[in-house]
C-alpha cells in the first residue's frame, strides 16, 4: 500500500439498531467504567486525605511549578489529538484529490506523532517526580498519602503508557493503510479521557492546599 | 462521527475552535495555578478551584470527544459512569467523616 494510502470507510459496513457504531459505543461504555475506576482511586484519595501520621507530607514534597508544566503539556497533547484526528478525516473525504489526501493524511500523523511526544513527555516529568519523592524519604507504604498518591497517579501514568502505545501503533499501521479516522477517532476519545482525569487529579492533589 | 448517522462532518469543531479551546484551557490553568500563589480564603479557594477545574473537564469532553455533537446516547453512558462515582464519593466522604468525628 503506498504512503498516501488510508483506509476508508467500509461501504458496506453493516447497519446497527441504534444507527451507532459498535466500537464507538463500546469506547464510551469502556469510559464510563473508567470513571468508576479512576473514581474509586480519587475516592479513596480525599477519604484519607491529611490522614498520615508519619512524613513526608504532601505539603512538603509536591512540587506545583514542575506539574503545572506537566499538565500543560498533557493539554497541548489534547489539541494535538485532535488535531491529528481532523487531519485523517479531511484525508478520507479527499479520497479523490490524491495529492489533497497525501497533505492531510501527512499532517494527521505529525500531530499523531506530537500527541505521543507530548504524552511521553508528561510520563517524564511523572518519573521525575516519582523518583524526587522517593529521593525524599516517600515510598509506597511510607504512609497513606505515599500508598494513595502512587497508586492513583501510577494508575493514571500507566494509562498514558497504554494510550502513547496505542499512538504509535495508530501511526506506524497509517503507513500500511489500516488505519480508518474512526481507529484515530477511538484512540483521541481515550488519550482526551486520560486528560481529563489528570485535570480533576491537578486540582484535588496539588492545588487544594493540604 | 464520520460513521454516525446522527453525527454530521459540517457539525464538527474546525480547526481554529479547536485552537481557541486551547487557549481557554491554558488560561484556565494558569488562573488554576495562580490561586496557589495568591492568598485566597479557603472557604473561596475549594468552590473557585473545583469550578475552574469543571471548565475545564467540560470543554475537553464537550469539544475535543465531540460529546456535544454527537448522540445523546454516548453522553449517557459516559455520565452514567460519572454520575455513579460522584454518588460514591459523597457517600463515602459522609460515611468516613462520621466515622472520624
Known amino acids: ?210 | 462521527m464520520s460513521t454516525d448517522a446522527t453525527h454530521s462532518d459540517e457539525a464538527h469543531s474546525t480547526t481554529g475552535q479547536y485552537v481557541r479551546i486551547a487557549i481557554i484551557l491554558t488560561i484556565l490553568t494558569i488562573l488554576e495555578v495562580a490561586t496557589y500563589y495568591v492568598d485566597i480564603p479557603y472557604a473561596l479557594l475549594i468552590p473557585l478551584l473545583l469550578v475552574l477545574a469543571g471548565m475545564k473537564f467540560a470543554l475537553v469532553v464537550a469539544y475535543y470527544m465531540h460529546l456535544r455533537y454527537d448522540s445523546k446516547l454516548f453522553s449517557g453512558f459516559f455520565f452514567f459512569g460519572f454520575t455513579i462515582e460522584i454518588l460514591l464519593l459523597i457517600a463515602l466522604m459522609v460515611l468516613f467523616g462520621i466515622r472520624s468525628g
Open chain 1, 1 to 210: 500500500m503506498s504512503d498516501a494510502a488510508i483506509a476508508h470507510e467500509a461501504p458496506e459496513e453493516h447497519p446497527t439498531s441504534t444507527g451507532l457504531n459498535h466500537r464507538k459505543i463500546l469506547m464510551w461504555a469502556f469510559l464510563g467504567s473508567e470513571c468508576i475506576f479512576f473514581g474509586s482511586l480519587i475516592t479513596t484519595y480525599l477519604v484519607y486525605r491529611g490522614k498520615s501520621v508519619v512524613g513526608p507530607y504532601p505539603s512538603e514534597i509536591l512540587n506545583i511549578p514542575l506539574t503545572s508544566v506537566s499538565t500543560f503539556v498533557l493539554l497541548m497533547s489534547s489539541l494535538a489529538m485532535v488535531l491529528a484526528l481532523a487531519g485523517f478525516e479531511r484525508a478520507a473525504g479527499a479520497a479523490g484529490d490524491v495529492e489533497r489526501q497525501q497533505q492531510e493524511l501527512k499532517k494527521g500523523r505529525f500531530w499523531l506523532l506530537m500527541t505521543a511526544v507530548l504524552g511521553t513527555g508528561f510520563l517524564g516529568f511523572q518519573a521525575y517526580e516519582f523518583i524526587e519523592f522517593v529521593h525524599h524519604g516517600l515510598g509506597l507504604t511510607t504512609n497513606l498519602f505515599g500508598t494513595t498518591f502512587f497508586v492513583l497517579t501510577g494508575f493514571h501514568g500507566t494509562h498514558v503508557g497504554v494510550g502513547v502505545l496505542w499512538l504509535v501503533s495508530l501511526l506506524v499501521l497509517s503507513y500500511f493503510g489500516k488505519v480508518k479516522p474512526l481507529d484515530v477517532e477511538l484512540g483521541g476519545l481515550y488519550w482526551h479521557f486520560v486528560d481529563i482525569v489528570w485535570i480533576i487529579i491537578f486540582t484535588l492533589i496539588y492545588l487544594i492546599p493540604h
